[in-house]
């Protein structure tokens, strides 16, 4: 996949020189207590998983003037639901790169992969995750408690959606490709 350029991003693959960096960022308890999935402590070993792509993720390394700042992911489920995730290291919150990043992903995803709807959520206590959402058009549709490794404990989040519709695309004929998982268009993918 060739890299996504944005106004002031480079979105990529992460490679394993990412590691060290990524395992300093996101295992900052200011980031990973706002994610699911991160077990603290975080060092390069975890975070070399972290970085791995499986089947039906696209998993994309968010860069700014060489450096990695954070990451931006989905997860494609057969019959076309996704499930989308970003995060940035502290220094790099409050200049508005998590949307520059996500609504790059997502009307990429909208146009080239096979993607009917997305979905997302965040900790009730995540305000400025809550505000990208919105920004990208997602509806906000329940709460649901879900387990923070990182705080070892249940904590209230809330769930979002956007169809194709209501971000604006028609509804997407579904190909072979699709239906068994693959992301026939990654090498396809454009900047916005
Ligand atoms: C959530 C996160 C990605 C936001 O990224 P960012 O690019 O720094 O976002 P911004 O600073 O541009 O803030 C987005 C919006 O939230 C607002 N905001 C930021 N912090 C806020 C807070 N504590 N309370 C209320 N609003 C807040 C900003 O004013 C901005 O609003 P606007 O769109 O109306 O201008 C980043 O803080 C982060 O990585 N946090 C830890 C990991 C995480 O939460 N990932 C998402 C999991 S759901």
Redesign the pocket.
């Known amino acids: 996949m060739k890299p996504i350029r944005t106004a002031r991003l480079v979105l990529r693959k992460f490679v394993p020189a990412d590691a060290s960096r990524i395992a300093r960022l996101l295992g900052d308890p ?2 990973a207590t ?2 699911a999935d991160i077990a603290l402590p975080f060092d390069e070993r975890p975070a070399t998983q972290w970085m791995k792509s499986g089947w039906g993720d696209l998993r994309l390394c968010i860069e700014r003037d060489g450096e990695s700042i ?1 990451a931006v992911s989905y997860h494609v489920y057969i019959g076309g639901q996704a499930g989308i ?4 290291g502290h220094p ?8 520059e990043a996500a609504s790059t992903v997502v009307r990429n995803a909208l146009i080239y992969d096979r993607v009917q709807m997305f979905t ?4 009730a206590d ?4 809550g ?2 959402l919105t ?1 990208l058009g997602f509806t906000p549709h329940g709460r649901r408690p879900l387990w923070c490794a990182a705080r070892q404990e249940v904590v209230d989040s809330i769930a979002y959606h956007l169809t194709r519709t209501t971000a604006g695309f028609g509804p997407k004929r579904r190909s072979w490709a699709g239906v068994l998982g693959f992301h026939p268009v990654f090498n396809g993918w454009t900047s916005a």
């Open positions: 200011r980031v706002m994610m954070g995730g970003y995060w940035l790099y919150w409050g200049h508005g790169y998590a949307f997302s959520g965040h900790f995540n305000l400025a995750s505000k990208i920004r």
